[in-house]
């Protein structure tokens, strides 16, 4: 199955700098990569995702790139404000249709 | 509001009880799922149902029992409970096996 990896587990900014993590997966066939955001006590909540026949996406401060090659895929979030602190999940489906997650990422942002 | 939900959000119990964990979602999708995340926050699938058919069964141990009456709802079932269940279930749903999967609320199970 399935196995996706994920850099850092945990992730201090100062506010206004940029975040960067990392994910990299195992299965080639695997085509749909979202990635989740979690705050303290709440549900996993999708906040970008790509598929596999786009490089690069972008939703205002969020940004998501693919490489297949590589097998790995990246969240890079700009201009860090205090509410982007929680857990961030990214994910990759392939073609069993399971989701699978990578270990999570602690993000804080500094005041 | 459209949404996926769950009930209880909090369910404290015995080792050795029955319980259950409901889910409903609004949304009109038609693939459900259970997820169990664990104290480390892992996330990991165990059934997805589609079309109130079961599409996903992980390695779970039988004593978990999922049902879907309809497509908007997914129950599931733990039989003996033990220490190692407590975790937060979420469940979610999606438009087909590859739409975006929207999670409920969770339910924290507590086993002591």
């Known amino acids: 199955g399935e196995n996706v990896e994920q850099h850092p587990s945990t992730l201090s900014v100062q506010e206004g700098d940029s975040a960067v993590i990392k994910c990299t997966y195992s299965?080639?066939?695997?085509?749909?990569f979202p990635w989740y955001k979690q705050e303290l006590g709440k549900r996993p909540q999708l906040i970008i995702d790509?598929?596999?026949?786009?490089g690069e996406k972008k939703d205002q401060r969020i940004a998501v790139t693919l490489n297949k090659t590589a097998k790995h895929f990246s969240l890079h979030i700009t201009e860090t404000q205090p509410e982007d602190s929680a857990v961030y999940f990214c994910?990759?489906?392939?073609?069993?249709?399971?989701?699978?997650f990578g270990a999570g990422t602690t993000v804080t942002v500094r005041a | 509001d459209t949404a996926v939900s769950q009930t209880p959000k909090y369910l404290v119990t015995q080792m050795g009880n029955d319980k259950s964990i409901k889910c409903e979602q609004n949304?009109?999708?038609?693939?459900m799922y259970w997820y169990k995340q664990d104290s480390k926050k892992f996330l990991k699938i165990m059934f997805s149902?589609?079309?109130?058919?079961?599409?996903i069964n992980e390695t779970v141990p039988n004593r978990f029992s999922p049902k879907s009456p309809d497509k908007a709802h997914l129950n599931l079932h733990i039989n003996s409970l033990e220490l190692g269940d407590s975790a937060v279930y979420f469940c979610?749903?999606?438009?087909?096996?590859?739409?975006?999967?929207?999670f409920g609320p969770g339910t924290r199970l507590t086993v002591l």
């Open positions: 979610a749903s999606s438009q087909a096996r590859t739409g975006t999967q929207y």
């Open positions: 299965d080639s066939a695997s085509n749909y």
């Open positions: 790509i598929r596999s026949n786009v």
């Open positions: 994910a990759a489906r392939s073609n069993d249709y399971k989701l699978s």
């Open positions: 949304l009109g999708h038609d693939t």
């Open positions: 149902y589609n079309n109130k058919e079961l599409i």
